[in-house]
């Protein structure tokens, strides 16, 4: 949970940043911007507003996290706020320098330093990056004694956020905390925001694994050939749900469970490194459970199963108690399903 309601603006300052591989150019400010206190509170709403704390993130790199660049800019504007100038020109040469596919759209890079950030009970500084690509039309209404005029302007929705990150002073020898967005160019290869310009990965915490967990299981399962059911599909989504109902659990363990199959139970342990390394999600071997990821993720746990435009299944789990088959006469597949009481 991210609070706003103590926070001070420092500094803010804006960059111009173009499409680098279509030599659109970089415009660089000298100066910070003077903000009013409503105009601070509501860019302040704008960036922080809008992040979800679930699931941080952090910075990284293959050999040495010194040289991660935004992890370096950031670090030594929270060690020296007077260098926020110099920092915020090397972040927005670093974002023009990862700006080369033709889809990224230009736009403005504005980056704040904020005081007095609560987040998940901790106080602390926080510097916030944000990328404006998209404007809104928005109609103004001007009135001059008795008659109204009507005029249009160009600018940013404050309920709209096209790609942020925000950046907390804390956890700094293992990459920081950061918060991010992006809601544009979700084209794999257009993800230089997170893969290239920040280059962070999930935190290796409780929620995020388990949240992963879950997730790629779903995504595994729906991968599963056509000849296994939806219904039998429905069931193992639903008994991993029983399997991380638990203090802790070890990869095998989960698998097994959820599968009762030591080959289908092999194959996901298999998919899940793959889709581990791809993502840069690391799993303890055994997983201390966050039951906050499991509350968020059981919401969804029932899955329903659509037979033709007559009937939807939701199916909680009991794969003991139903049975498929196929009607020779009627040429029609069906379900059976036993139970002791109707409720």
């Known amino acids: 949970m991210i609070y706003t309601e103590y926070i001070a603006i420092k500094d803010c300052i804006v960059h ?22 409503k105009t601070g509170m509501i860019l302040g709403q704008y960036i922080l507003g809008q992040i979800v704390s679930d699931g941080y993130y952090e910075f990284w790199h293959e050999s040495d996290l010194s040289l991660n ?22 972040i927005a040469r670093h974002l023009y320098s990862c700006s080369i596919h033709p889809r990224i759209k230009s736009g403005e890079l504005c980056i704040v330093y904020f005081k007095n950030v609560i987040v998940d ?60 967005i992006d809601k544009t160019n979700k084209a794999s290869e257009a993800k230089y925001w997170t893969d290239d310009f920040l280059k962070v990965r999930l935190c290796r915490n409780s929620y995020n694994q388990t949240e992963r967990l879950i997730a790629m299981t779903r995504t595994f399962v729906s991968q599963l050939p056509g000849d296994m059911s939806k219904s039998e599909k429905a069931v193992i989504v639903n008994r991993s749900m029983t399997a991380v109902d638990a203090q802790s659990v070890s990869i095998n363990e989960y698998a097994m469970a959820t599968f009762k199959n030591v ?65 020779e ?15």
């Open 16 to 37: 111009n940043i173009g499409n680098k591989g279509l030599d659109q150019g970089i415009a660089l400010s000298n100066e910070s911007i003077n903000l009013d206190d």
């Open 69 to 90: 660049e935004i992890y370096t800019y950031v670090k030594n504007c929270f060690e020296n706020d007077s260098s926020f100038i110099d920092a915020s020109k090397n």
């Open 121 to 180: 009970t901790i106080t602390c500084n926080a510097i916030g990056l944000f990328k404006s690509e998209n404007k809104d039309t928005f109609l103004k209404m001007i009135k001059e004694g008795s008659h109204t005029e009507i005029i249009t302007e160009t600018g940013i929705n404050i309920n709209k956020i096209d790609k942020a990150a925000v950046v907390f002073n804390t956890k700094t020898d293992s990459g920081y905390w950061v918060a991010v």
């Open 263 to 327: 080959d289908l139970a092999e194959s996901f342990q298999k998919y899940l490194e793959k889709k581990s390394t791809d993502e840069g999600v690391c799993f303890d071997e055994e997983i201390t459970i966050s039951q906050q990821a499991v509350k968020k993720k059981t919401t969804t746990s029932i899955t329903t199963v659509k037979l033709d435009q007559n009937f939807d299944i939701r199916i909680h789990g009991g794969e003991q108690m139903i049975e498929q088959g196929y009607d």
């Open 329 to 343: 006469n009627r040429g029609l597949k069906y379900y059976k399903f036993y139970y002791r009481e109707e409720r």
